[in-house]
């Protein structure tokens, strides 16, 4: 078989998986969700997926970028350009990553800001960490989470404060969160009332913007219902 048979064989079996993926495609938003930890939250965001009936192929989960929120971002971008040059461009993309003691946070946030198509790409923060987030599935709290030196970093904290719910917790767990899809609906509300707060304190610790990620999956799941 000749160099120009392989190339055409090639090309074509190319064309033909990516019109397989369009096929699989539901008729609702393609979305990207990429997680700073490579356990924790991409098996949470895969429960709330299953939860709600989700296509994979519209939803896609990825934690293999590193720990740095600017990793984050940047694994995020090199996703959407892939896809974009295949002409199947995620609708949204969102970043999640924590503060805590990360270097590069607010350099992350930047990047967010202007990256490109304007309007995609979105970036769902927690001061200090995902945990906290957790955490609002069974008590409100405004306590700020700060390390000292010769202590437990902020995360550490709200890790130790999570035991108090979920005693034997430890990140990078998976399988543990279905039992949280019924308390819903509280760290919404709750999560909501402490963003409220940190912002009319002019502060962001601490806080999360995990509720707007899930409430969109939530609307997500109602098109299919």
């Excluded at 699989?24 to 938003?29: K, L, P």
């Excluded at 984050?72 to 609708?91: I, M």
Aim: glycine share 8%; proline share 4%.
């Amino acid at each position: 078989m000749g160099s120009e048979d392989l190339f055409y064989r090639r090309k074509a079996k190319q064309a033909n998986e990516l019109r397989r993926k369009r096929e699989r495609r539901a008729a609702y938003d393609k979305v990207l969700i990429v997680c700073e930890g490579e356990k924790t939250e991409p098996n949470y965001f895969r429960e709330l997926r299953n939860h709600y009936r989700l296509n994979t192929t519209n939803v896609e989960i990825s934690g293999d970028c590193g720990s740095a929120p600017i990793s984050v971002v940047e694994h995020a971008k090199r996703c959407y350009r892939d896809e974009q040059r295949k002409g199947l461009p995620f609708d949204r993309v969102y970043c999640v990553f924590d503060k805590d003691t990360h270097d590069s946070y607010q350099t992350a946030l930047r990047a967010v800001a202007i990256a490109k198509p304007k309007g995609t790409f979105y970036g769902i923060t927690s001061v200090p960490c995902f945990e906290f987030w957790l955490l609002l599935h069974f008590v409100y709290t405004t306590k700020p989470f700060y390390g000292t030196v010769g202590s437990r970093s902020g995360g550490d904290q709200v890790t130790a404060e999570l035991c108090k719910y979920i005693a034997d917790y430890a990140k990078g767990d998976n399988g543990r969160f279905e039992q949280l899809i019924g308390q819903l609906p509280q760290a919404i509300i709750y999560s909501q009332r402490v963003f409220e707060v940190a912002q009319a304190n002019n502060t962001d610790n601490p806080s999360t913007l995990i509720h707007v990620l899930v409430e969109y999956l939530q609307n997500l799941g109602k098109t299919i219902g």
